[in-house]
């Protein structure tokens, strides 16, 4: 029996793609790679029909902040399915990657 979705705003993870150490992960699309394994866990499940495939999850998205490569994993993933995040949870520890509690903010709007 599977526990009911948090009540709470579902936190989010980055992990970044620097090591313990402070070396640079690579390969350099690793970021890419990794969301697109994780694109078909999408609000509704998997989407059918011509460009299904493209675009990544809204559970895991890569980024770059300043000019490390990331993937902001949203907490909500692990609701939906448990193997989905155990699988990039073990993809940072296992390659010892940084791993932070964080929140992505918007951008500020710009002043015309």
Known sequence: M?????RTKPREVFIQGVTSAGRTFRPSDWAERLAGA???FRPGGVQKGIGAHIGYSPYCVPTTLGNVKCVVVNEA??????MAWDFVMNFARDNDLQVLDACLLPDPP???
Do not use: G, H, K
């Open 2 to 6: 599977s526990t009911p979705p948090s």
């Open 110 to 112: 710009s002043a015309r």
């Open 77 to 82: 993933l692990r609701d939906i399915e448990p």
């Open 38 to 40: 994780m694109a078909s």
